[in-house]
């Protein structure tokens, strides 16, 4: 028992030097931490410790007086006099709330916004977005991006926005933009060059600042434009062999047999060959919408291109057309393996050579070559025509585009043979040179990587 009573007087003794300890440790952390509010305190507490000194003297004194005196009325009154004096007295010396803590001689100062365009992880984020960024303040171009630099210049940061996007669609927007606008899409014609459109999207932030978008629309136009052409010109070229035909059809009908058998095959002639025109642009639809179809789809299986050019050639030797004789095959020994889709590449092969056969001046050669060039094979067909102007070579590829309508008319041209060469290699990752001069001809090649069997 005893044992037992003086470990429980040694944990009280522990205790109470902790709790002497924590009280020291938390007053010298409360003086570390505000030296001015730690004497503050100090000398409060000292005030109200005199004061209740004070009040219990009164009341002692006032206890001895109404004891001597022998309890009469009197001295009852002195007794409740000094009471209330005592109270008086300590209450005098509780705290009073300081002005700052009421919040009454000054009003609380409110904290200026932060700046979005300032901070560095926007400024981080900007340098990283590709289309064009400008961040503004006061119509002043505070920020721009490596994207905004190369399309107005260096010289906007620093300069007014609506003399940095000179365009009078983007001026007349951003003068009437307040606070309240909507985040509205500017169409920006011809901007910044003609032929070319961009659109500006502009979000306000606080106070003057904002943030301008530019975008580049051009392509998506020309796509547009390209999509819709391609409908005109397809309407336009199915049109016109249809209407060749109903118009010779309707004028059999009313013959009613007078006709004589010359002019009646003329006719039929005409209707055949204006059909067969339509027939062959039908077909030539189809596979360049199927090719765009399976663009993004590479071929897979082995074939070779040298066996695929022999027997397009051997086709064409075999069809009933004049030039036949004129094809000059130089195709080598060895095989070509590569990766490809044997259809496509059949077509591919045709539509080169059947070209130079239509263009080219008859009893002339045309040569078809196959040339290993590294770990590429390049396919090459050349005429000996009129040739084609230099102006008219990057536009030889879009579909219905032709140098001469007329006469590509007259040889059976539908305008989609070379742009289906360009879709059949752009699949096959190979690339399409288009070669010509006036007077001496045109040379039409293709190179195809080639696998790794070769």
């Known amino acids: ?25 938390l007053i010298t952390v409360n003086i570390l931490a505000s030296p001015h509010r730690f004497v503050r305190r100090t ?15 009164l009341v002692a004194i006032a ?32 705290p009073t709330a300081t002005p700052d803590a009421q919040g009454t001689t000054s009003p609380p100062v409110e904290a200026p916004p932060i700046s979005l365009l300032r901070h560095p992880d926007f400024a981080h984020w900007v340098d990283q977005e590709k289309e064009p960024l400008l961040g503004t303040a006061d119509n002043i171009v505070t920020i721009a991006n490596d994207a905004a630099i190369r399309l107005l210049g260096r010289h906007i940061v620093g300069a007014d926005v609506r003399t940095a996007i000179r365009h009078p669609a983007a001026t ?95 006719f039929l002639s005409i209707i055949d060959r204006e059909a067969r025109r339509m027939q062959q642009l039908v077909i030539d639809l189809l596979s360049i919408s199927r090719v765009e179809a399976d663009r993004f789809r590479r071929p897979t299986t082995p074939v070779d291109l040298a066996s695929i050019v022999q027997t397009t050639i051997m086709q064409l030797r075999d069809s009933e057309q004049g030039r036949a004789k004129d094809i000059v095959a130089r195709l080598g020994d060895g095989p070509a393996p590569m990766l490809g889709d044997e259809a496509q590449l059949k077509q591919l092969a045709h539509n080169i050579v059947s070209n130079a056969m239509k263009y080219g ?14 770990r590429r094979i390049r396919l090459a067909v050349s005429d000996e025509g009129d040739g084609i102007a ?3 070579l ?38 399409l040179d288009i070669e010509s001069e006036l007077g001496k001809g045109t040379r039409v090649s293709v190179t195809f990587p080639l696998s790794g069997e070769s």
């Open 390 to 392: 230099p102006d008219h």
């Open 172 to 266: 007349d927007w951003l003068s009437h933009i307040d606070g309240n606008a909507p985040l509205e899409t500017v169409s920006l014609v011809d901007f910044p060059r003609p032929g070319q459109r961009w659109t500006m999207r502009t979000a306000v932030l606080s106070g003057s600042e904002r943030i301008i978008f530019l975008s580049d629309r051009s392509a998506i136009d020309a796509a547009d434009r390209m999509r819709s052409d391609f409908v005109a010109n397809a309407s336009h070229e199915l049109r016109t062999p249809l209407a060749a035909i109903l118009g010779y059809v309707e004028t059999l009908q009313e013959m009613n047999g007078e006709a004589d058998a010359p002019t009646r095959n003329r």
């Open 1 to 25: 028992m005893m044992a037992q009573g003086k470990a429980k007087h040694r944990r009280a003794v522990g205790a109470s030097r902790f709790g002497t300890f924590a009280s020291g440790a």
């Open 394 to 431: 990057p536009r030889l590829t879009e579909r219905f585009y032709r140098v001469d309508e007329a006469r590509s008319r007259s040889v059976g041209g539908t305008g989609l043979g070379l742009a289906i060469v360009k879709h059949i290699s752009e699949r096959h990752q190979g690339q």
């Open 63 to 94: 206890a001895i007086f109404a004891a001597l005196s022998g309890g009469d009325p009197l001295s009852i009154a002195i007794m409740l006099l000094a009471g209330f004096i005592a109270a008086a007295t300590v209450y005098s010396a509780l």
């Open 361 to 374: 001046h008859a009893d002339t050669p045309v040569t078809v070559e196959l040339v290993r060039e590294g």
């Open 43 to 57: 000398a409060a507490m000292l005030d109200r410790l005199s004061s209740l000194v004070i009040a219990l003297t």
